[in-house]
């Protein structure tokens, strides 16, 4: 019976020019490259400059997507934008980004999942688009988490990096088969009992403050790689298809270890993960975004191709979404 599916039409990226290199950051706290290098894999992350907001680099992850899906911005009548450090209180990041991209119908809201942002807002754009209701969709993650880091804590600022993502979605007609393009499944999780093992301590009703980020390393890494895995299950579950059928596995680049250690529980082949922590650190909702575009551009990711979204955020919050491309 024919029904309408999400398809990707095109990805994007964008990265402040600004790079701190772990040699940087070793003249700024106890640290060294091979220390970072070792642990996380991170070599590098883009720094915003200073006036850079977050709906800047989402802007200009969305003109790159939409130039690579070969449209206009007024095709496009919604946007999700996933993001945990917004220009303001409010209006929505979302909302600041329509008005830069000159669209004036339709309807753009931020969601907020931490690192799960881009997952959870694709997720999110696919019900929109699936019931009928909106037609092509701009799916953004966006951060400038630079801004509320404390860059004297090494076990912190070594982590995280500023950037912006994008992909932009349209409703096809689809006879629902998973050989067909399109956001085959999405499956989502959270549990705020884990609140204080990755939080900012301030916020508007709090503290009055915006805070900086605060976690416990090792309880984060020991969710990451235990616990999360059962939204790729899920995902597997809900379309009778497995690990060998995946071309590519594009988890949250957080920590280079575990990307590894989750792609080995889940019994996906290493050469079938994409990486690119070490050239963006962890850049929260838009890491997701970034690797895809990363790797699409490279011509690794290819129309046809089975391709599985997974991320763990703050909270906890963790999701997965299965796409043909």
Same mark, same amino acid.
């Given at each position: ?6 398809v ?18 070793a ?95 694709? +997720?999110? %754009? ?5 019931s009928? $209701?909106?037609?092509? &969709?701009?799916?953004? @993650?966006?951060? !400038? ?18 950037? +912006?993502? %994008? ?6 007609? $689809?006879?629902?088969? &998973?050989?067909?393009r @399109?956001?085959? !499944? ?33 309880e ?11 939204v ?61 575009a ?32």
């Amino acid at each position: 019976m024919p029904q309408l599916r999400s398809v990707v039409l095109g990805v994007g990226a964008y990265l402040p020019q600004k790079t701190l290199t772990n040699d940087e950051l070793a003249k700024l706290v106890d640290t060294s490259d091979a220390w970072i290098v070792q642990r996380t894999g991170i070599k590098e992350r883009h720094i915003a400059a200073e006036g850079e907001t977050t709906s800047m680099l989402g802007e200009m992850a969305a003109r790159d997507a939409l130039a690579n899906a070969g449209i206009a911005a007024d095709d496009i009548d919604l946007i999700v934008v996933a993001t945990s450090t917004p220009d303001w209180t409010f209006p929505s990041t979302a909302t600041q980004i329509q008005a830069a991209l000159g669209i004036t119908h339709g309807v753009a809201f931020d969601l907020q999942a931490v690192c799960s942002g881009f997952v959870f807002a694709v +997720a999110t %754009a696919e019900k929109f688009l699936r019931s009928g $209701s909106h037609k092509r &969709a701009l799916v953004i @993650g966006a951060e !400038t988490f630079s801004r509320i880091i404390d860059w004297t804590d090494r076990t912190t600022c070594v982590l995280f990096g500023d950037g +912006a993502g %994008a992909m932009v979605l349209e409703a096809q007609p $689809s006879q629902g088969g &998973a050989d067909e393009r @399109g956001v085959l !499944t999405t499956h989502l999780r959270s549990d705020g009992r884990h609140r204080a093992k990755l939080h900012v301590d301030g916020g508007p009703s709090a503290t009055q403050t915006v805070g900086h980020l605060r976690m416990e390393g090792k309880e984060v890494f020991r969710f990451a790689v235990g616990q999360v895995t059962d939204v790729v299950k899920d995902a597997f579950a809900a379309t009778g298809l497995t690990p060998e059928d995946l071309d590519w596995f594009v988890p949250h680049q957080a920590n280079r270890r575990i990307i590894d250690m989750s792609a080995q529980k889940l019994g996906i082949a290493p050469e079938k993960t994409i990486a690119t922590v070490h050239l963006h650190g962890n850049t929260s909702a838009a890491s997701v975004p970034l690797a895809l575009a990363v790797a699409s551009a490279d011509g690794r990711i290819k129309r046809g191709d089975l391709v599985m979204l997974e991320a763990v955020g703050g909270g906890f919050t963790w999701g997965s979404a299965l796409i043909r491309w």
